[in-house]
Structure formats: C-alpha cells, structure tokens
C-alpha cells in the first residue's frame, strides 16, 4: 500500500522560501507520479506541480508555479521534494502530496486532482508579509 507523509510547512514572509517534503512507501510501479496541490480556505484544491517517473523524471507545473517552483526526486531518500522560492500570499494554503500509477499519454491529467487516489495528510504553510 502506497504511503505519503508530508513535512516542511511552515509560515514564511512574502519573498521567501519552503521546501516540502513528501515521503513516499510502498510504492512498487514502474510508472508513476508524485504531484503536490494545495488548497487555500474557501477554494478549490488545485495542482502546483507533478513528477512523471518512468526511469527518467519529467517535472510538469502550474502556472502560477513556474519559474518559483522546484519539483524533484531524491531516490535515496524516497522523497518528492517541491522547493518554493519567491513566495506570494496566494501561495498560502494546505499542501498535500499524492501519488498514482500513471501513464504519458495522461499528462493533460497530471494536475488534477482527481487522477489521483494516493494522498497524504498534508502539511500548512502560510506566507504573510
């Protein structure tokens, strides 16, 4: 059975960085991905950012999260990291990873979340000026 456990959240001022953390066991597919959403209060949960693994990780993003966002694998560690640099006040919200077995041909699919079926607890961060 496929695990998630999220850390790293916290409360940070605008302009700053978090890395969180998402590790992961269990997990015995050749293809998968790891993707992180986040839910502010009063709003849908929405996708930031994915890592498609089929040997080779292909990192998918968000709009509002490209070019601050940083998702990656550390095999050793059976993490799937997401470091957030530049942080806003809309950036605020839950953060919760998730997992599925997942395919190429899926990828419009990656960042959202119902593609998935594996989730974490997740893990707060605020960012407050």
């Known amino acids: 059975e496929v695990q998630l456990v999220e850390s790293g959240g916290g409360s940070v001022q605008t302009g700053g960085s978090l890395r969180l953390s998402c590790e992961i066991s269990?997990?015995?597919?050749?293809?998968?991905?790891v993707a992180w959403f986040r839910q502010a209060p009063g709003k849908a949960r929405e996708g930031v950012a994915a890592?498609?693994?089929?040997?080779?990780?292909?990192?998918y993003y968000a709009d509002s999260a490209e070019g601050r966002f940083t998702i990656s694998r550390d095999r050793t560690k059976n993490t799937v990291s997401l470091q957030m640099k530049a942080l806003r006040s809309d950036d605020s919200g839950t953060y919760t990873c998730?997992?599925?077995?997942?395919?190429?041909?899926?990828?419009?699919?990656?960042?959202?979340?119902?593609?998935?079926?594996?989730w974490g607890q997740g893990t707060q961060v605020t960012v407050s000026s």
């Open positions: 269990g997990l015995t597919w050749i293809e998968y991905c």
């Open positions: 998730a997992a599925e077995n997942c395919f190429y041909s899926d990828s419009a699919r990656f960042l959202r979340p119902a593609y998935y079926r594996r």
């Open positions: 890592l498609y693994h089929n040997g080779v990780s292909s990192p």
